[in-house]
């Protein structure tokens, strides 16, 4: 069933700029134009584009903070920007560069003002309290002024109070910003859990890409308030062409290799790397690399999903 569904849905801005000394001009600007797409119960969306792309509009508009200029959006079965504080009740809200904690109570604090105002009932608030804690290492943070806290604690922190009144739908803007790699891992891997617990809908925005590899098992890709692509990541890979990369390693350094089929791209002492079209099959170039030099071990690279979005958007 879906828990999130968009029919052409568009918002148009009024800018506002200088026409000479005493006059300005006004111009509509679209910052989503005529989008549609539905999101199932329980499903990871990892929803991505360049800044400017409409991302932050589209979420405002989701929960309710900006009113469509066209089309219908429902979530949970709501009209967010008709019944905004229904909804509020049903999903969970994380942006990485905003705190939705009390900048200066204790984290502990912050999270019981959260429990009544959301009306967790205690049993339940409790045990969600004691998981989130123990899961993102909250512990010896919780008696800490928020505005003390790193930026990776404080995103663990929210995170935690994003979902303590079991929404249904959690959007996440920029969740893992500042982390370093450790705590990266650890946060992905409480998102993962969560989501098959709990059958959590998760939205995410982000310009780390390694988070939307993590977690999604689908990816919507949007530029200039159009939605470009809708699927699983190898579809996305596929959709674009881009190529794939043989990594060899040989005995010692040698000049580049030359075999048909592929191109040498990059070569690092005794290790090359030859890209080659992503439709075509690695075996016939491992079996030349494998006759005609030392060969010591070799690997078949799949294009980063960067390298894919960038073609994307530079239209290849």
Same mark, same amino acid.
């Given at each position: 069933m879906s828990v999130i569904e968009l029919d052409n849905v568009s918002r148009t801005f009024t800018v506002s700029s200088r026409a000479g000394l005493l006059r300005r001009t006004r111009r509509d600007v679209r910052a989503v134009d005529d989008l549609s797409f539905s999101i199932e119960a329980g499903e990871v969306v990892g929803y991505i584009? %360049?800044?400017?792309? $409409?991302?932050?509009?589209?979420?405002?508009?989701? @929960?309710?903070?900006?009113? %469509?200029? $066209? &089309?219908?959006?429902k979530v949970a079965g709501i009209d967010p920007s008709k019944n905004r504080l229904k909804l509020a009740r049903r999903i969970g809200v994380v942006f990485g560069q905003r705190t939705t904690l009390w900048w200066d109570l204790p984290l502990k604090d912050s999270f019981?003002?959260?429990?009544?105002?959301? &009306?967790? %009932? !205690? +049993?339940r608030?409790?045990?969600?309290? #004691?998981?989130?804690v123990?899961?993102? #290492?909250?512990?010896?943070?919780?008696?800490?002024?928020?505005?003390?806290?790193?930026?990776?604690?404080?995103?663990? &922190? /929210?995170?935690?109070?994003?979902?303590?009144? /079991?929404?249904?739908?959690?959007?996440?803007? #920029? =969740?893992?910003?500042?982390?370093?790699?450790v705590s990266k891992a650890k946060l992905r891997e409480f998102l993962a859990r969560i989501?098959?617990?709990?059958?959590? @809908?998760?939205?995410?925005? @982000?310009? /780390?890409?390694d988070d939307i590899e993590a977690l999604c098992s689908r990816v919507m890709v949007i530029d200039h308030g159009h939605k470009v692509y809708d699927g699983t990541l190898a579809g996305l890979r596929a959709s674009?062409?881009? =190529?794939r990369t043989l990594v060899v390693d040989l005995a010692s350094s040698m000049d580049?290799?030359?075999?048909?089929?592929? #191109?040498?791209?990059?070569?690092? &002492?005794?290790? !090359?790397?030859?890209?080659? =079209? +992503?439709?075509?099959?690695?075996?016939?170039?491992?079996?030349?690399? +494998? +006759?005609?030099?030392?060969?010591? /071990?070799?690997?078949?690279?799949? =294009?980063?999903?960067e390298d894919v979005i960038a073609r994307i958007y530079a239209g290849v």
């Open positions: 584009g %360049p800044n400017g792309a $409409g991302k932050s509009t589209t979420i405002k508009m989701l @929960t309710g903070v900006l009113v %469509p200029s $066209g &089309g219908s959006i019981d003002v959260l429990h009544k105002m959301y &009306g967790v %009932p !205690q +049993a608030y409790a045990e969600n309290l #004691e998981t989130f123990e899961l993102l #290492e909250l512990g010896d943070l919780l008696d800490v002024p928020v505005r003390a806290l790193s930026l990776g604690q404080r995103m663990r &922190g /929210d995170i935690a109070a994003a979902l303590l009144h /079991d929404p249904e739908i959690v959007y996440l803007d #920029e =969740p893992t910003i500042g982390l370093d790699i989501n098959q617990q709990r059958r959590t @809908t998760i939205v995410l925005t @982000t310009h /780390d890409l674009q062409g881009a =190529p580049p290799i030359r075999i048909d089929g592929a #191109e040498v791209v990059k070569v690092d &002492g005794p290790r !090359q790397w030859l890209s080659f =079209p +992503a439709a075509e099959s690695a075996a016939p170039l491992v079996a030349q690399v +494998a +006759a005609r030099y030392p060969l010591v /071990d070799l690997s078949v690279a799949e =294009p980063s999903i």
